[in-house]
């Protein structure tokens, strides 16, 4: 949950490198990258396996360190040759969505408090932080599975947990790597239709790595990653609604 004060809204990307190592085992995983995405909008990364996708969205989630570029939320420089955020847990906690490419449920918390704990940890009273939650899990149609352990879910349904919790705070950018790789094609849109609505209503920015041919449609704008640099296109931006 955003606090008052704190700028929120939209992400760029300029000259981001990352090399993972050093000396002769060192791999540069990204090069040069270079991207915009608009508060409201939801945007498509692609690229072959090991293109750097999920490095990508681990350095603007704060959760790796980029070796050298630039990056700002709203209008807040985050990132620019080194941390210019000195508290990362609040960056990542308060403004950040993450939705891992595995689930990385919580295994000893039911499936309606893995999703509303960060709401709660934001001072959220529980009840309605858990209300929330049924209705984010209402949303990505697993609400039947609320009082479950997560190890007791399939593989789709602990996905579609995950995303849930990566919306509970509504925070300002929401940051999604393969969300709908395990999911049945009318579920897999369903997850795009929701990422769109809160990119609407909350002016969230929004960035999805896939390969997911069921999704790709979807997309206004697609970045391509290559040779760890990134190419935009035009997609077809289909509707959801
Ligand atoms: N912790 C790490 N240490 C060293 N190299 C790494 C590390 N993580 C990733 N890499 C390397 O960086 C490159 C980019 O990896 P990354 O996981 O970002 O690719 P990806 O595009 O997400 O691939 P996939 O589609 O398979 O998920 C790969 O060559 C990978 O081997
Ligand atoms: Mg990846």
């Not at 540069?28 to 915009?36: P, R, T, W």
């Not at 579920?187 to 390969?211: C, D, E, K, Y």
Request: hydrophobic share 45%.
């Amino acid at each position: 949950m955003a606090e008052p004060g704190i700028p929120t809204g939209g992400i760029l990307i300029e000259g981001l490198r990352k090399v993972y190592g050093q000396g002769d085992t060192a791999v540069e995983a990204l090069k040069n990258i270079n991207m915009q995405v608009a508060p409201g909008e939801v945007v498509g990364l692609v690229g072959p396996s090991g293109s750097g996708k999920s490095t990508l969205l681990k350095c603007l989630g704060a959760i790796i360190e980029p070796t050298a570029g630039r990056m700002t939320l709203g209008n807040e420089v985050i990132y620019d040759n080194g941390w210019r955020v000195k508290d990362l847990r609040a960056l990542r906690r308060d403004r950040i969505g993450f939705v891992f490419q595995a689930p990385y449920l919580i295994p000893f918390l039911d499936v309606t408090d893995n999703v509303a704990l960060l709401p709660m940890l934001a001072g959220v009273p529980n009840a309605a932080a858990r209300a929330r939650a049924l209705e984010l899990l209402t949303a990505l149609d697993v609400q039947h599975r609320a009082k479950a352990q997560p190890n007791q879910l399939s593989g789709g349904e602990q996905q579609r947990v995950s995303i849930a919790r990566a919306l509970a705070n509504k925070p300002p950018v929401i940051l999604a790597d393969e969300p709908t790789a395990p999911l049945d094609s009318e579920r897999a849109l369903g997850v795009m239709r929701l990422l769109n609505q809160m990119a609407r209503q909350a002016q969230t920015a929004v960035i999805v790595v896939t390969h997911d041919e069921k999704i790709i449609p979807t997309f206004k704008r697609i970045y391509h990653i290559r040779d760890g640099q990134t190419v935009e296109e035009a997609g077809e931006g289909r509707a959801l609604d």
